[in-house]
């Protein structure tokens, strides 16, 4: 009696014979989420001209301005001011102008180290209450805003805070370059102020200013075209300011006053020799002790322990005194005159530097 086949016998059987079972697997079709992902959006309308080490560079530039000028802003309105860096971005100049309220604190300025001009805005709902503090004010917060442009008044005291944040820019600045900043034009509108093309690029730079309860938002626009002779500059480890810093006169003259004020200890060193503790304990008044010092070489200035001067024993007024020579060689001066007298150059010995 013939075998019965079993269910998935038979199954393995029709898949045999099925021509369909034998053709190469096909590769899944790719997921649109995997397409969307390997798609990266471009717009020619904002190109990105400024490189991500150049926004790094800002960022870190312009957060030492932050504590600058917030330390500047708190010591002139008697309170507590904290400057806080939000954002550093690339648009166009017109997506820039149409982001700001109308009216505000639009502050036109030129750059004679950039030649060419920055823009420096101050939101309303700062400004209004920093004017207030100056003016006596800024006990109550719950007051409504007004809706108008600034007064002439208002706009004398607004530029004692414009000049505290230009003086913070030049000083960040200054290892970049001389930015020597002055405001050429105030507006309220800012549409009216049109410094370059509405596509053009720009750097924006936001600041959060908080006095209490109250905050607003200070922006920074600086075109692209005005800092690209820079890109050098800001793409290196130029702008940390903490490098290639010059000594600040002031604290040099300080420092100078200082250091010559201070008193020093001087030693004249007149011969040198050697005894015995027999011979020590020998002496007497008026004898007379050799010396391994020639007389014709005088006696030396020694000033905290360092040998500086030749110099003469002799009597003055019926004092004992010394006449003061020339100063003594120092080791790499030596150094430096056998290596110029062999045609070598001072700083090529490694020597000069350890024994200096």
């Known amino acids: 009696m013939a075998d019965v086949l079993s269910q998935t016998e038979v199954e393995s059987l029709l898949a045999a014979l099925d021509p369909r079972a034998h053709a190469a697997p096909s590769a899944p079709a790719p997921r649109s989420e995997d397409v969307r992902s390997q798609i990266s959006v471009y717009d020619f309308k904002r190109p ?13 530039l312009h957060e030492g301005f932050s504590r600058e000028f ?21 648009l166009t100049y017109s997506e820039f102008v149409f982001s700001l309220e109308n009216p505000t604190c639009f502050n036109l300025l030129y750059s004679e180290g950039l030649e060419g001009h920055v823009i420096l805005d101050l939101n309303p709902s700062i400004i209004f209450p920093i004017v207030d503090r100056l003016l006596g ?8 805003l007004p809706n108008r442009p600034l007064t002439e008044i208002e706009l004398n005291l607004v530029s004692r805070i414009i000049a505290l944040a230009t003086q913070g820019l030049e000083s960040v600045w200054d ?19 049109q410094i370059v093309p509405p596509n053009e690029v720009i750097v924006l730079i936001s600041f959060e200013i908080m006095m209490g309860e ?37 604290q040099k003259l300080i420092l100078e006053t200082g250091v010559q004020r201070a008193a020093v200890k001087m030693v004249v060193h007149l011969a040198q020799g050697r005894l015995t503790a027999r011979e020590l304990m020998q002496l007497a008044v008026g004898d007379v002790i050799m010396t391994e010092t020639d007389s014709r070489r005088g006696a030396e200035v020694l000033v905290e ?26 080791p790499k001066d030596v150094l430096a005159r056998q290596l110029q007298a062999l045609g ?13």
């Open 70 to 90: 917030g330390a500047s802003l708190s010591g002139m309105l008697r309170a507590i001011v904290e400057v806080k860096l939000i954002s550093v971005d690339q």
């Open 175 to 193: 290892n970049i370059c001389a930015l020597k900043l002055r405001v050429q034009q105030v507006e309220s509108n800012p549409q009216l102020v």
């Open 344 to 356: 070598l150059p001072a700083d090529s010995h490694p020597a000069v530097h350890k024994r200096a």
């Open 214 to 250: 109250v905050r607003g938002i200070m922006n920074l626009c600086i075109p692209f075209n005005t800092i690209e002779p820079l890109a050098g500059k800001l793409s290196s480890d130029s702008w940390s300011a903490y490098q290639k810093k010059g000594a600040d006169p002031r």
């Open 137 to 144: 004010g800024g006990k109550t917060t719950g007051h409504d």
């Open 305 to 330: 322990g360092c040998p500086l001067f030749q110099a003469h024993p002799g009597v003055f007024k019926g004092h004992k005194a010394i006449r003061m020579g020339p100063p003594l060689a120092k």
């Open 48 to 60: 990105e001209r400024v490189s991500k080490e150049q926004m790094r560079a800002f960022q870190a």
